[in-house]
């Protein structure tokens, strides 16, 4: 049996995140059906993570065991010729069977795009705010992030996660062009709704509803009813992950 990973990207638009689930369309439920014509074979995929209802990937890596060699250009090929429109396969690579896609990331980053002029071009892929907000203090606030590691109050309220610790090592609001913002964010892991729920208190900040040591008083009250309301799905991009250099060497360990 060997492992190996998949490199996807996908449009959430229309799908119910990447977990697959009774009654909904999800993106692992796309993948799955797709890879098993491909391979004659009932393949479980597991998944560097989740993503919620409407939320975007430029890079999801996704793990599969297989009996059997693999041609993993003509698979991906094939994949891609299967799959929607709005989900696309990069590349398939053989990697060490211990090498897992949720456990082993060294980091995960999302984007989360904003724009403060209306077009109907990118309505899926970013959120129109109607102001122009202090992203001077904004971005004040984003820097206290890196300061903690206990992020209950940006956490889904009654998650099932162990912990509520991340380790943050970038968070910063950047300007693309004119119109657009965009923030980034870099993390060991994330929590269900973290980044979502962090943008929508920093847009806070940046109308002025709060200030920046309000911003680090709800961080250290651990408590999601004090943080502001989630931002909308179609601006959050999960945009990079990144694994250790040798998960493809095949006779070496972690």
Same mark, same amino acid.
Request: aromatic residues 10%; glycine residues 4%; proline residues 3%.
């Given at each position: 049996m060997q492992r190996f990973f998949i490199y996807i990207a996908y449009d959430g638009t229309i799908y119910h995140g990447w977990q697959k689930q009774p009654n909904a369309t999800s993106v692992q439920q796309c993948l799955t059906n797709a890879l098993n014509i491909v391979l004659r074979s009932d393949i479980p995929l597991v998944g560097a993570g989740r993503t919620d209802t409407g939320v975007h990937a430029r890079v999801m890596v996704v793990h599969f065991d297989f009996e059997g060699p693999i041609d993993c250009i003509a698979t991906t090929?094939? %994949?891609?010729?299967? %799959? $929607? $429109?709005? =989900?696309s396969v990069y590349k398939i690579i053989e990697v060490r069977n211990d090498v897992h896609a949720r456990f082993n990331p060294l980091s995960r980053t999302y984007k989360y795009y904003i724009t403060t002029a209306k077009t109907p071009f990118n309505r899926n892929y970013h959120w129109y705010i109607y102001f122009t907000p202090d992203f001077e203090a904004m971005n004040l606030a984003a820097g206290l992030l890196l300061k903690?590691? @206990?992020?209950?109050?940006?956490?889904?309220?009654?998650?099932?996660? !162990?912990? *509520?610790?991340?380790?943050?090592?970038?968070?910063? #609001?950047?300007?693309? @062009? !004119? *119109?657009? #913002? +965009?923030?980034? =964010? &870099?993390a060991d892991r994330f929590l269900r709704n973290m980044v979502r729920a962090i943008? /929508?208190?920093? %847009?806070? +900040? /940046?109308? /002025? &509803? %709060?200030?920046?040591? @309000?911003?680090?008083?709800? =961080?250290?009250? !651990?408590?999601?009813?004090k943080a502001g309301s989630s931002a909308p799905a179609k601006g959050l991009f999960l945009y990079d992950i990144e694994y250790p250099d040798n998960i493809t060497d095949i006779n070496s360990a972690l």
């Open positions: 090929e094939r %994949l891609n010729r299967l %799959l $929607p $429109p709005d =989900i903690h590691t @206990d992020f209950t109050s940006f956490s889904r309220l009654h998650n099932n996660a !162990k912990t *509520n610790f991340c380790h943050i090592s970038q968070a910063e #609001w950047t300007k693309t @062009d !004119k *119109n657009e #913002w +965009v923030f980034t =964010i &870099k943008v /929508g208190t920093l %847009l806070d +900040v /940046g109308r /002025g &509803k %709060l200030s920046v040591d @309000d911003f680090r008083d709800i =961080i250290l009250q !651990k408590d999601r009813c």
